[in-house]
């Protein structure tokens, strides 16, 4: 399978770049994972958003849907020869008004995930684990049904010791990493100690940073991470960079 950042700020856009949001692939398969703002007009740069399969939101903060509603648009106007197919949005229930908002009759339907629950989206079959955070938001272990391979995304989260068997063995682990040193046991979001510790513990293969701040050196907070995650290498997430996994 192949990541592709779209956008990888935390909280809000920020010198030409934007929040959340990652174009997960497998196959002819098009997964986007969260819809910050800019997803968009960065996705439009890797594919026609009419070639999406489905999307997948961790959470209902702005900045992990803000394009939700522009994508729906898109996906209602952009005018075709054939009839679009119905796109499947997924979102946890936990929050009626907004998932009452990923229908949009004819155009989108929202779907229900839970976290007892596997899911089976397409050729990857995900399953989920509620994160520390002030709304409701689930991580996901995304396992690619055809390679085994296992990607895991924190989405947001505060320290949360069950990580270190969520993220497993996984071959690549994207982890919520807004705060440097010295914030630990944040009720939002890892440091970057924490997402190295994550990392090693669960023996991870590699490790991204994503929810990145907009201010400091973002090349201290990678060394924070990798002081803590020893021989597993750490990586920043930047839009348009891509993982094969
Ligand atoms: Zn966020
Ligand atoms: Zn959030």
Redesign the pocket.
């Known amino acids: 399978m192949k990541l592709t950042v779209l956008g990888c700020l ?2 809000y856009p920020y010198g030409g770049q934007g929040t ?1 949001s990652y174009l997960l692939q497998s196959g002819d398969f098009n997964l986007l994972l969260d819809a910050g703002s800019s997803t968009l007009v960065e996705l439009e740069k890797e594919l026609d958003p009419l070639d999406l399969d489905a999307v997948i939101l961790t959470h209902y ?1 702005h ?2 849907i803000a394009d939700l509603g522009v994508l729906q648009y898109y996906w209602q106007l952009y005018p075709t020869q054939t009839p679009k197919p119905i796109l499947p949005i997924y979102g946890h229930m936990e929050d009626d008004f907004h998932f009452n908002d990923l229908t949009m009759e004819g155009v989108t339907e929202g779907r229900a995930y839970f976290e007892a629950e596997a899911l089976k989206i397409g050729p990857f079959t995900v399953t989920f684990m509620k994160t520390i955070h002030p709304v409701p938001c689930f991580a996901m272990r995304f396992v690619e049904d055809a390679t085994g391979k296992v990607f895991v995304f924190t989405g ?1 989260s505060g320290y949360l010791e069950s990580f270190n068997e969520f993220a497993k063995d996984a071959d690549l682990f994207l982890a919520d990493t807004y705060l440097f040193n010295g914030n630990e046991r944040h009720k939002a979001h890892f440091t970057a100690q924490e997402s190295g510790t994550f990392a090693k513990n669960a023996d991870v293969k590699k490790l991204v940073l994503t ?1 990145l701040p907009q201010q400091g050196d973002l090349e201290e907070l990678r060394q924070q991470a990798q002081a803590a995650s020893g021989e597993i290498p750490v990586e920043l997430a930047a839009p348009h960079k891509q993982f094969i996994i």
């Open positions: 935390g909280a959340t903060h900045d992990h947001d929810h």
